[in-house]
């Protein structure tokens, strides 16, 4: 007995040494060995392992130095220990798998994605896809599967890197430490298993996330919290081809409280409860751009709540801080951020309509959205000369959104615009339908900004102004905008400048106006009282007729008619946009300015006004009432101006009479010089224009009083009109120094062709060019008959005066000494065609002479040529002579020694031959200027000695040559001046 007990000792014991040796020895051995080769068949891959332990009596097993790297020698997994531990008399007590643990330690895996798409394991999924395609996965009709219960499950200190080389080599992350600690996880239902997972990424950002998981219904509910995610890294992986604007900089941190259920059953299930989101310093920029186009200090999200089954976000409070955002209108009509989110936002089909019509819509509550010092730069590049306007100091607040109807929400708003200016709306709104009533409240808007806006429109330089307003605005979206607004406004200190002048055109201290109430809808504009404080304006009416203003606006000829084309399109029926009714109760004006010049009277009439004061009775544009105005000013702080009477919009009748008195000219000297380049050294004007309008036809009267008029001294001026005015006030003024001018105007303003400047211009016009051009007929009372005295006439190449002529110059010297101020100026002009023919002979004797003198002073004789006399023998000698010297192939002599014409012997030779010279002689304009200074000499001789003119009351002109045929007459010419 003692025997067999010992033989089955024995036996025991043998057999557990086989087992031992099995365990510690032969296994492990044959795992090393055959386990590496296996998975590199299966895979393609290259596998290694270190080493293999296993404890057969206690039944854990760890595998170490395992890695598995692709032919190339690069890693793909790898871990140091991967360990098991069965907890073999639990597993039989609870007829299940227990494993006490199952630990893993620093597992590495390497994840790459390639440029071709795939990924550095495809190769090894292809490879197990291919093995064994008809092998089918063993089927029971009875269900054996073994319940599993694991106690712990640790994944410590590993690492996954990943590389997207599809994106580019930035486009990589890598994870470590990474722990993942699982207690508890069974196969058992309704077995709550509890888990952790902490892990770091090489670019920034902490993952820490606690909660325990059904297994078996998929079901999870925890913590989760992310703390400083690095947001480029995201962009870099993840977002490159889905967000248009690239990550530059930012951080996110989240942490929520969740619960997760009904994966198994279909009905999905996600409670997020005391969920917050913060970023801080997020940067935005375009592609390939280093410009941030936002960046965002601060934006944080609290007590949000989520409710997937119930479709219900509820966010406690949103709150941003410190934000600069950069946008800008594209040249084609575009903000920039249009551009960048364009895309195909077209949407398939719904093929279930029954479905989407009863999903639940979401509902979404916002507490409190809190917007503190955001910046926003626009710049408007639309414009010739791009426009930038900022938005700083920005502070916005929104309360108790909810994503329904009618909801009201109050909303705040206040801002620095262009860092001078504020902005500041405060009030209620509705988003759907539309609608908002706000307090508005603008100071120190900065007219200036808005320069480039005007300059399609008005050549007008805006160079300072601030408006400001402060009001009620109503809004409401409809088929026709629906805007209100009441209360006041004022535009402080404007200054405008006309660009082609560089002058002021009109500027004011301050434009008030008050109780403002404008709606756009029913075109109805009403206007408590506009104030003007010290306003000025410039109006210039110029030689052509146009004024200034016409000079400031832009011609919109080849302006397209965008909107109009637009409208062609549309199908809708046009509705009829009522009149703009305008009313104003009263116009009022404090010492006002004006400078005021009309350029197109050929006395130009310029006056600078001051200390204007006055107001004009309120009106509407929709009634025919009559409005009284009245104007009280200065001109040049001495004479005063008056403007008085009333007007009818609706029909145009009025009654209107200006009045300057006491005017002084020699104020008005620079503008004088400008215009006629004269000083005016005294005088004074006074002007009374009355019109009246009734039923269209206009009667005027305009009376102009000068009074002792002097003309300074004369300013060269190149631009000034040649019309010697000296003159023209001379033949004007009456015996007592004044001039008086009364110019009655009637006609109707139906007429196309009717013009009250015009006619006035004319009659001043024609008026002194008829006294300056023709001033003897201006004279003419003066004279006894209707003669020309504007011209003597003479006999061809003669200077003496004959009765007839004498006479005239009588008359004209007895006009001398009723105008004392006149002067005569005597042109005397010699014709060419007329004269030259009487002057040639003794032209051809003058050779003659030289001839002779110049054969004495042969002989040593000196006599000139002026002193000498030519008898008849000598005449004819050197008249042969010189022919023969001027035509020696026409001159022949008899056998006797006599000259005679070849052509023509019979002829008699010195008639012939003085024909032909003559014909042969040009006129000597030295020889017919001395006519002509002759002629003037003789006219003032007689004027002098004859008349008794005071010989400096006579002006000898340049002569004249004149080498066209003298129509009229052989004359000099006579013209008045004024004495300088």
Not at 103 to 114: A, F, S
Not at 418 to 437: E, H, R, W
Request: a negative charge; proline letters at 4%; one cysteine or more.
């Amino acid at each position: 007995m003692l025997k067999k007990i010992l033989i089955f000792c024995a036996v025991i014991a043998v057999l557990l040494g086989c087992y031992a040796g099995a365990g510690f020895y032969l296994l492990p051995k044959l795992a090393k060995d055959k386990l590496p080769a296996l998975l590199s068949e299966k895979t393609g891959q290259t596998v290694q392992l270190q080493d293999v332990h296993l404890n057969p009596f206690e039944l854990n097993a760890d595998l170490q130095g395992f890695s598995i790297a692709s032919p190339e020698g690069d890693s793909l997994l790898s871990f140091e220990q991967l360990a098991l531990d069965i907890n073999v008399i639990e597993s039989i007590k609870q007829r299940a798998l227990v494993l006490a643990a199952v630990t893993l330690k620093k597992p590495i895996g390497n994840l790459e994605r390639r440029p071709d798409g795939r990924f550095n394991f495809s190769d090894v999924i292809d490879k197990l896809s291919a093995q064994d395609p008809n092998e089918q996965p063993a089927q029971s009709s009875e269900s054996t599967e073994l319940p599993v219960l694991i106690h712990q499950i640790a994944l410590q200190e590993g690492q996954i890197s990943w590389l997207d080389l599809q994106v580019g080599q930035q486009a990589k992350e890598t994870v470590t430490p990474l722990n993942i600690t699982v207690s508890e996880v069974s196969t058992h239902s309704n077995a709550l298993a509890k888990f952790g997972v902490t892990l770091s990424l090489a670019s920034g950002g902490d993952l820490d996330w606690q909660g325990d998981f059904d297994l078996t219904a998929l079901s999870s509910a925890g913590k989760l919290k992310l703390d400083g995610l690095a947001l480029t890294k995201v962009w870099q992986l993840f977002l490159q081809e889905l967000l248009p604007l690239e990550i530059a900089d930012g951080h996110l941190s989240l942490q929520t409280d969740y619960k997760l259920s009904g994966i198994n059953d279909g009905d999905l299930q996600v409670l997020l409860t005391s969920a917050g989101i913060d970023v801080k310093q997020l940067n935005l920029n375009e592609k390939d751009k280093s410009d941030n186009l936002i960046h965002l200090a601060s934006l944080g999200a609290t007590g949000i709540k989520l409710d997937l089954k119930q479709q219900q976000l509820d966010i406690a409070s949103v709150t941003s801080s410190d934000a600069r955002i950069k946008s800008w209108l594209q040249a084609d009509g575009q903000v920039n951020y249009q551009s960048l989110f364009a895309g195909d936002n077209t949407a398939p089909p719904s093929n279930d309509a029954e479905d989407a019509a009863a999903t639940i819509p979401w509902r979404i509550q916002l507490g409190e959205l809190a917007l503190v010092n955001y910046q926003v730069d626009f710049t408007d590049f639309t414009q010739p000369k791009p426009l930038q306007m900022q938005l700083s100091e920005l502070n916005a607040s929104l309360k108790d959104y909810r994503n329904q109807d009618g909801i009201g929400l109050p909303v705040q708003f206040s801002s620095r615009f262009n860092k001078s200016g504020s902005l500041k709306f405060d009030g209620n709104m509705v988003l759907a339908p539309f609608t908002a009533n706000l307090r508005v409240d603008l100071h120190d808007i900065n007219l200036k900004t808005f320069q480039t806006y005007i300059n399609p429109f008005l050549k007008l330089e805006l160079v300072d102004g601030d408006f400001d307003t402060q009001g009620q605005l109503k809004l409401a979206a409809a088929e026709q905008l629906q805007l209100t607004y009441q209360g006041d406004a004022n535009i402080d200190n404007l200054v405008t400048r006309d660009k082609a002048t560089q002058k002021d055109f009109v500027k004011w201290t301050k434009l008030d106006v008050r109780q403002m109430q404008l709606d756009v809808a029913k075109q109805d504009y009403s206007l408590g009282k506009v104030t003007f404080d010290r306003p000025y304006i410039r109006f210039m009416i110029k030689k052509d007729k146009t004024n200034n203003v016409s000079d400031i606006l832009v011609d919109q000829a080849g302006a397209k008619p965008a909107a109009a084309t637009v409208s062609r399109k549309k199908s809708q029926p046009e509705t009829k946009t009522p009149e703009p009714v305008v009313k104003i109760g009263k116009i009022e004006m404090k010492e006002g300015k004006s400078d005021f010049a009309d350029y197109s009277l050929i006395l130009p009439f310029v006056v600078k006004m001051n200390a204007l004061n006055g107001e004009v009775d309120g009106f509407a544009s929709n009634t025919d009432d009559t409005i009284n105005l009245k104007l009280l000013g200065k001109v040049h702080d001495f004479a005063s101006v008056e403007i008085k009477g009333d007007y009818r919009l609706q029909s145009g009748d009025s009654n209107i009479s200006l009045d300057f008195s006491h005017m002084p000219l020699a104020l008005v000297t620079p503008y004088m010089a400008e215009f006629v380049g004269y000083k005016i050294e005294k005088g004074q004007m006074a002007l009374n224009l009355t019109y009246s309008i009734k039923n269209g036809l206009l009667s005027a009267e305009n009376k102009v009083f000068i009074d002792q008029l002097v003309l300074g001294e004369k300013v060269e001026n190149p631009k000034a009109i040649s019309l010697p005015l000296e003159l023209g006030v001379a033949l004007l003024k009456d015996t007592d120094g004044k001039i008086n001018l009364d110019f009655p105007i009637t006609g109707s303003l139906e007429d196309p062709e009717f013009s009250v400047g015009s006619l006035v211009a004319d009659v001043l016009v024609n008026l002194i060019t008829k006294a300056v051009t023709s001033p003897f007929k201006a004279m003419a009372s003066l004279f006894d008959d209707d003669n020309d005295y504007s011209t003597v006439t003479f006999a061809a190449g003669n200077s003496d005066l004959n009765a007839e002529e004498s006479a005239k110059l009588d008359q004209i010297a007895n006009a001398l000494k009723a105008k004392p101020e006149l002067v005569l100026e005597v042109k005397g002009v010699a014709y060419e065609i007329q004269d030259w023919p009487v002057m040639r002979f003794d032209a051809l004797k003058d050779i003659l002479k030289k001839m002779k003198s110049g054969e004495l002073r042969d002989k040593g004789e000196k006599i000139r040529s002026e002193y000498i006399e030519l008898s008849d023998d000598e005449y004819k000698r050197l008249l042969a002579k010189f022919y023969a010297e001027v035509f020696p192939q026409k001159i022949d002599r008899t056998l006797f020694g006599s000259p005679r014409i070849k052509s023509n012997p019979d002829a008699d030779f010195y008639t012939v031959a003085r024909q032909e010279l003559e014909a042969v002689m040009k006129p000597d304009p030295e020889r017919l200027n001395d006519l002509a200074v002759s002629r003037a000499n003789h006219i003032a001789k007689y004027l002098i000695e004859h008349a008794g003119v005071v010989r400096s009351r006579i002006y000898i002109l340049a002569t004249e040559l004149n080498t066209k045929d003298a129509e009229g007459g052989i004359n000099a010419l006579l013209s008045l001046n004024v004495a300088s």
